[in-house]
């Protein structure tokens, strides 16, 4: 697992440190030129001779760039600092000239922006040290303005038919330092000019901005630099890793059978949507659900066995419920202009679930048990549900649930800010949501976490119903320890967004996907996963 602290708990820890003499900027700017030198060594061969620019502003930020550029220098790199503020850190000014380091005092000579540019383009590697965790908002002045320089001029280097660098390796190899300048450290928002890293050498822990959308786009890959920090209290943030979901897997034994492996409730799909039923239903009995039972109209059942004999039409025991791929009614179906059609006795077959997952229905034996709640099911919540209920809105829904709930929010304002919105919707509704996009948010009782595991190429009709069938496997076999430890709906709905991207790789890695294909990829990339643990 990645955890991240907020910027506030990471300089809380270092004070005890500083107070102690620990020089952790030295640990920290050593460790940084480390990689940069295993970046520039694997992109171009031997180092020595290969250019490096540093984008320093004012504070520590800029001093951990300085000190590493020092370390750069000495070991045959041809450094170059580009200063934009008149206060810097003079410890480590002096330590890269000290290495035989160059300046380009750019506060002082704003009009050569264009060659600072310019030289940033055509080296091998650029450190973006402008400002730190400290800063708030988006990046201002000559900061921006040098931003923005770098980002055409990089961006024209790689346009077809450009002149590439002198070293032949094209566009520079971009590091932040700590966090890329400009984003929002906390909460991932991108409010202005912010030069897109392909590395973030971030110390003591990760930060949550690292990790939330759209921030996680622009940081590229994190590398957390171990400064011996004690951090207070839970993570922020967490993203899971393979080898955490590949733990807590429900593998079955020799004592199981499919009542104990978990029994899925699916209220999918209408005449007009008979798809998302066979998609909802195949993706459960792909991610291992022990039976999967479908609720709904003679038609779309007959679909449904075709495609899947194994489904079960007849009532009985479920143990999670997935409630409302394809059905109509979802809170923004009318917004994308589509034709919702009829809801062939769907709302009432979806509300009688959700009743039945809440423990409200008469009759109903064992007890309360997990719900996945997507698209038309969204329409059919009660004003307050509990934890165990799985919301799966995209931006559009859940604009539209907040809306529906007395929130002036438009979709951009969900898509700037997902965190935020997930959060408030997961206090207004008492579930647990997830929050789909090119990043999955997740939101709990306690924790949240961001998922970016598939391609760009799962953005395709259906493969939100794949995600609800392979979440509603997933909480089926963990239902009554998902009823009884609240948080735990979030873990297994970050767990399943893993599987859900993972699987769209392995169905045809680099190229488009189909929602069916990730469907009948899961089962080997589960296969795999464990096969690892």
């Known amino acids: ?13 270092e004070e005890p440190l500083l107070a102690a003499g620990v020089p952790l ?32 502003g004012a504070g520590n930020n800029g001093g951990d760039a300085l000190h590493a550029g020092a370390v750069l220098a000495r070991r045959g790199l041809a450094v170059t600092a580009v200063l934009v503020a008149e206060r810097f850190h003079t410890g480590g000014r002096a330590a890269l000239e000290r290495a035989g380091g160059r300046l380009m005092e750019l506060f002082a000579a704003p009009g050569g922006l264009g060659a600072a540019a310019e030289a940033a383009a055509r080296a091998d590697a650029v450190l973006d040290g402008l400002v730190g965790i400290g800063a708030r908002g988006p990046l201002r002045g000559l900061a921006a303005d040098l931003v923005s320089a770098v980002s055409g001029a990089i961006e024209e280097r790689a346009r077809p038919g450009a002149a590439v660098a002198t070293s032949g390796r094209g566009r520079p190899w971009v590091v932040a330092v700590d966090v890329p300048s400009g984003v929002g450290v906390d909460d991932g928002a991108v409010a202005g000019p912010v030069l897109a890293a392909d590395r973030t050498v971030t110390f003591g822990a990760a930060k949550p901005g690292l990790l939330l959308p759209p921030a996680a786009a622009l940081a590229g890959e994190p590398s957390v630099v171990d400064l011996g920090l004690s951090l207070p209290g839970d993570p922020a943030v967490r993203t899971l890793e393979p080898a955490d979901v590949a733990r807590s897997w429900p593998v079955p034994g020799p004592e199981d059978h499919k009542y104990t492996r978990g029994v899925v409730g699916v209220v999918a799909g209408t005449a007009t949507y008979p798809g998302a039923a066979v998609l909802a239903t195949t993706a459960a009995v792909r991610a291992g659900a022990g039976m999967v039972r479908f609720r709904g109209s003679g038609p779309v059942a007959g679909r449904v066995l075709t495609a899947r004999p194994e489904v079960v039409t007849a009532p009985g025991r479920v143990q999670a419920w997935v409630v409302g791929p394809g059905v109509p009614g979802g809170p923004e179906a009318a917004h994308e202009g589509e034709d919702t059609g009829q809801d062939d006795g769907q709302h009432e077959r979806g509300r009688a679930g959700l009743a039945a997952a809440a423990g409200r229905l008469a009759g109903t034996a064992g007890g309360p048990v997990p719900a996945v709640v997507d698209a038309g099911g969204l329409g059919l919540l009660d004003e307050r549900v509990p934890p165990w209920f799985v919301l799966t809105p995209h931006a559009g829904e859940l604009t539209s649930l907040l809306r529906s709930r007395g929130e002036d929010v438009r979709r951009p304002d969900v898509e700037a800010e997902p965190l935020r919105w ?33 391609p760009a190429w799962l953005a395709t009709a259906g493969a939100g119903d794949v995600l609800a069938g392979v979440l509603g496997a997933m909480l089926a076999a963990r239902s009554t320890e998902a009823v009884e430890r609240p948080a735990l709906a979030a873990e297994v709905a970050a767990a399943a967004a893993l599987v859900h991207g993972r699987a769209a790789h392995r169905a045809n890695p680099g190229g488009p996907v189909a929602a069916l294909d990730v469907a009948d990829a899961v089962p080997a990339e589960v296969a795999a996963l464990l096969d690892a643990r």
């Open 1 to 13: 697992m990645i955890p991240s602290w907020p910027a506030s708990a990471v300089r809380a820890a």
């Open 25 to 56: 900027m030295e640990r920290a700017s050593f460790a940084l030129a480390t990689q940069v030198v295993r970046d520039v060594a694997a992109r171009r061969g031997p180092v020595r001779g290969a250019g490096v620019v540093l984008l320093v």
């Open 422 to 454: 997930a959060r408030l919707a997961h206090e207004l509704t008492g579930a647990t949501v997830l929050l789909k996009g090119g990043v999955t948010v997740v939101v709990g009782e306690g924790v949240a976490y961001a998922q970016a595991d598939g």
